[in-house]
């Protein structure tokens, strides 16, 4: 399973930007999937996450500026990330987790996309 995300950049204080993550590959399902992202110096953290059935669950931090969605028939996650904050710069890891087959699981992640909050 395969996962290409894009849609990452510079963008200003108060911005918005959309990311994108694409999962490709031979699967039977994608239970969970997810934006994570890590800053200089600091460890990887959780985002925002979506279930196959559209339940959600964000960051502290970001609730209420970034909205997790997927469409299952493309198997593609989005990230949309409004009233955007220098504290938001990071590489962004998009993250899939299901099943290859029914006895077998996957957990998989994607390149990263760099966002930079700056003026």
């Known amino acids: 399973v395969q996962l290409q995300a894009s849609g990452g950049g510079l963008v200003r204080p108060g911005g918005s930007l959309r990311l994108s993550c694409a999962a490709s590959?031979?699967?039977?399902?994608?239970?969970?999937m997810g934006w994570y992202r890590q800053a200089p110096g600091a460890q990887r953290e959780s985002v925002a996450i979506?279930?196959?059935?559209?339940?959600?669950n964000y960051a502290d931090s970001v609730k209420g500026r970034f909205t997790v969605s997927r469409d299952n028939a493309k198997n593609t996650v989005y990230l949309q990330m409004n009233s955007l904050k220098t504290e938001d710069t990071a590489v962004y890891y998009c993250?899939?987790?299901?099943?290859?087959?029914?006895?077998?699981?996957?957990?998989?992640w994607g390149q990263g996309t760099l966002v930079t909050v700056s003026s």
């Open positions: 590959g031979r699967f039977y399902s994608i239970n969970l």
């Open positions: 993250n899939a987790r299901g099943l290859k087959s029914v006895i077998s699981e996957f957990d998989n």
């Open positions: 979506i279930t196959r059935d559209g339940i959600t």
